[in-house]
């Protein structure tokens, strides 16, 4: 079992910055990738970023330029980067991390962005 713990959410302005992190813990020497979801209320959660053990990355086209994912050598943190943050940026993060044949999610931390 692996356990996630997010951080560094928070209130900011418009065009503001967060850092979000992702703790994890437990059996975490299995991991092939990670990633960070949000949902805002009332509408499904979206794939935000994600990488993988190699390193490589994806963003949502919303996100692009603005976010940066990065995780730690060992698979102890991830990190979500978010700058230039927006109002539609507001929502609930989750990170997620993926091993074989198993997901692992946080319990969120909550981004209000202010315009």
């Known amino acids: 079992q692996v356990q996630l713990v997010e951080s560094g959410g928070g209130l900011v302005q418009a065009g503001g910055s967060l850092r979000l992190s992702c703790t994890a813990s437990?059996?975490?020497?299995?991991?092939?990738?990670a990633a960070w979801y949000r949902q805002a209320p009332g509408k499904e959660r979206e794939l935000a970023a994600s990488i993988t053990a190699g390193g490589s990355t994806d963003y949502a086209d919303s996100v692009k330029g603005r976010f940066s994912i990065s995780r730690d050598r060992n698979w102890k943190f991830a990190y979500l980067q978010m700058n230039n943050l927006e109002p539609e940026d507001t929502a609930t993060y989750f990170c997620k991390f993926v091993s074989r044949g198993a997901q692992y999610w946080g319990q969120g931390t909550q981004v209000t962005v202010s315009s």
């Open positions: 437990g059996r975490i020497s299995g991991i092939l990738a």
